[in-house]
């Protein structure tokens, strides 16, 4: 009986503190509120991370919600019940897009303040049947915030001008500012009655619209202006065409004017709605303006200058016919209008995801949230010029449908599309994140989009054949519109420095040439790979070099010139290529090491190359091979953070990029886990749980050797 006693005693003592454990374990970042919260059910914590080196005060942030990070089924269906709070503050937020069906949803939250290179965490409550109406508020969420909502125009918010025929028009929520006569002073201008300052992102959700078949006209703006009658200072991104193809800006300073005609195109199909959104911001001492559309940057925009303007300005929005009469006339739907804080690296933005079930019960989830450090970060929006860079700012579709490409609006969303949803790739800052690429067509268009979405890659580098170029159009086109930069990658097949190859090498590049100058869909850059003989290699410096004076003469100001060079290039070479590229690719494979698939074995593989290309002020982009030895696209994603912290402060580091598609395509996104281990000697078969501390790990194995003893005995 004595013994049983014993027994009995030592197994209570070892449950309690397993079970302790297990329930502290489970309850890190999923909870029924306390009794004092209890008109909601569930809450999550959102970890905000500033990047700029910046203090942001009362600073809108997105939110993005998706089914890695958010159990739609635990909200109410139209998200009415979503709250926001710091401490005991409650937190004003605007619904963006929220779509249960799809589990997609992008809410922007104003936080009340942000450290400097640091962190503040803020708690989204839900699951609360009681609450009648949503909280979304933009005008308290925004600088400045009109959905049209009342069929007017606010006296309280805008002035309004207009010549000849112009006019504003009110439709079911929808703003109209038109010229709807064929004459050359019709034109009409709403404009906000409050200024803003530098560091400002002026954005609304626009229709595209055809109002004739002339090339010409009309003319629709939208900017930002110091006075409309006396304009000493303006910035306006302007479109025309009947298709709105052109995009162009107009700055004036005093009597300088900045007039750069056809950078891009806004490429969206008749009808649909979008959103355009000018950030007027300063950085590292630099005045700057660039355009985004649907929330993604458009690199090709971008302006920097010291004679921009710094003061006080009012937006504005502009629509007239064409100078000359043109038979097109004109109008711009506008469905809301919003005036934000920017900072050019914007902070990112990490939803802490439930670790429970979709069918959990709130009646067996008890206890206290607590941040779970180790869950890493999903970025809102890209940090340093992405180029294109993706920062959230715009809804992505028409009013009655939600976003299909929600994905677009946070750059390095970090779910994965494409297979488990519980593995988030390291988010890391990069301005180009690439992929090589091989056809082009034998893969799932959609199917690679979501890949390198979720993967966080921006760009990719297609290797071109030197036969018919044009077959790439449509390809480049479709990822254009996805907002993927491309890049030609030419003559990996070629070795130019060879006796007679020189000359189909530069047939090769001016087929390229010739295609950019006359496609609708050009690439985005020409990167001439490298592949030099076993001789001495300055006699291949020069033959390349004429392939590089030929590319940097005829390639035009829009597109990049690129060189792809190997690990042990000669660096004393590279000086001599530096005047005609915009940067290298530094290839850490094809050389002697083998296994470059570590951030010290590739920084030291690559010094003398990366040293050369800082002295001579140039930029490298660092490719990894995925046949290195990596196990998963995890590992991948790891090296490419390991290598941006690196660099971080290299002013010569451009970004990372991956070869090949093909084989990343085919890894895991994580390796199969080792068989957990557990903190409890002898006991193979059980989880580590973090409740289970150093004491009740010892206690446990304790009580189990007792036990095992006393049945031997």
Not at 27 to 38: E, M, P
Not at 205 to 214: E, H, I, P, V
Not at 653 to 681: H, M, Q, W
Request: aromatic share 12%; net charge negative; glycine share 8%.
């Amino acid at each position: 009986m004595k013994k049983r006693f014993i027994v009995c005693g030592i197994v209570s003592v070892f449950l309690m503190f397993f079970f302790t454990g297990y329930a502290l374990a489970t309850t890190d970042n999923f909870r029924v509120l306390s009794a004092k919260d209890n008109q909601w059910n569930y809450s999550q914590e959102i970890i905000i991370t500033e990047k700029a080196g910046k203090t942001l005060t009362d600073y809108p942030v997105p939110v993005g919600l998706n089914s890695s990070n958010f159990n739609f089924s635990k909200a109410k269906i139209d998200g009415s019940d979503i709250r926001f709070f710091s401490g005991n503050q409650t937190l004003n937020y605007w619904i963006e897009t929220w779509n249960p069906k799809n589990e997609e949803a992008i809410i922007w939250v104003k936080v009340p303040d942000v450290p400097a290179s640091g962190t503040s965490e803020i708690l989204m409550k839900y699951g609360n049947s009681g609450a009648i109406a949503a909280a979304s508020n933009g005008k308290k969420t925004f600088d400045f915030f009109d959905n049209f909502d009342r069929n007017t125009l606010s006296d309280l918010d805008w002035n309004s001008k207009g010549t000849g025929g112009g006019k504003v028009e009110f439709e079911n929520g929808i703003c109209k500012v038109l010229a709807p006569t064929v004459h050359a002073y019709d034109s009409s201008t709403i404009y906000s009655r409050n200024s803003f300052g530098i560091n400002s992102m002026f954005v609304i959700k626009r229709m595209k619209a055809t109002t004739g078949t002339d090339n010409r006209g009309p003319l629709l703006r939208q900017g930002f202006i110091d006075q409309i009658e006396n304009r000493k200072n303006e910035i306006r991104h302007e479109t025309e065409f009947a298709n709105e193809s052109r995009v162009s800006w107009e700055t004036f300073y005093r009597n300088q004017k900045y007039n750069p005609y056809d950078l891009t195109d806004v490429l969206v199909p008749e009808g649909n709605w979008y959103a355009s959104g000018i950030a007027w911001f300063e950085e590292n001492n630099t005045r700057k303006i660039a355009w985004f559309k649907n929330g993604i940057r458009d690199s090709r925009m971008d302006y920097a200058s010291n004679d921009l303007t710094n003061s006080q300005m009012h937006i504005f929005l502009y629509a007239a016919s064409y100078p000359d009469s043109s038979k097109n006339t004109g109008y711009m739907a506008i469905d809301y209008a919003l005036v934000r804080k920017f900072v050019g690296i914007e902070p990112t933005v990490s939803v802490v995801p439930t670790q429970m079930g979709p069918d959990a019960s709130t009646e067996n989830i008890s206890g206290n949230t607590s941040k779970n450090t180790s869950q890493p970060e999903i970025a809102s929006g890209s940090e340093n010029g992405s180029e294109p860079e993706v920062i959230p700012g715009s809804e992505l579709n028409n009013k009655v449908s939600a976003p299909e490409e929600v994905s677009q609006v946070q750059e390095n969303l970090s779910k994965n599309k494409t297979g488990t949803s519980d593995t988030i790739f390291p988010e890391y800052d990069v301005n180009i994140s690439g992929i090589k690429l091989s056809s082009p067509y034998k893969f799932d268009f959609p199917v690679l989009v979501k890949e390198l979405d979720s993967s966080g890659i921006n760009t990719i580098f297609l290797s071109v054949k030197s036969g018919d170029v044009w077959q790439y159009e449509r390809f480049v086109k479709m990822a254009h519109n996805e907002g993927i930069s491309v890049h030609a990658v030419l003559l990996e097949d070629f070795n130019c420095s060879e006796k007679g190859a020189l000359n189909a090498c530069q047939e090769s590049l001016n087929a390229v040439l010739e295609y950019n100058g006359k496609s609708l869909a050009p690439f985005d850059g020409i990167d001439v790979y490298i592949k030099p003989s076993d001789k001495e290699s300055s006699e291949n410096i020069i033959d390349y070099r004429t392939l590089f004076e030929t590319a940097h003469q005829k390639a035009g100001e829009n597109i990049s010139v690129s060189a792809s060079i190997p690990p042990y290039y000669p660096a004393s070479e590279i000086e001599k290529i530096v005047p005609f590229v915009d940067f290298f690719i530094v290839r850490a494979y094809c050389g002697d090491i083998e296994g470059l698939n570590s951030a010290p074995s590739i920084v030291d593989a690559i010094a003398p190359q990366m040293g050369e290309i800082r002295g001579a002020g140039s930029k490298g982009l660092i490719e990894v091979s995925v046949d290195e030895g990596f196990e998963d696209k995890v590992s991948i994603q790891k090296l490419f953070a390991a290598l941006a912290d690196y660099y971080s402060k290299d002013s010569a580091f451009l970004g990372v990029s991956t070869s090949n598609y093909d084989t990343y395509a085919c890894l895991p996104v994580k390796a199969d886990p080792e068989k957990k281990e557990s903190r409890i000697p002898g006991l193979p078969g059980l989880p580590k749980l973090p409740g289970f501390n150093a004491l009740s790990g010892f206690i446990a194995f304790f009580g189990v050797f007792a036990l095992l003893r006393v049945k031997r005995k």
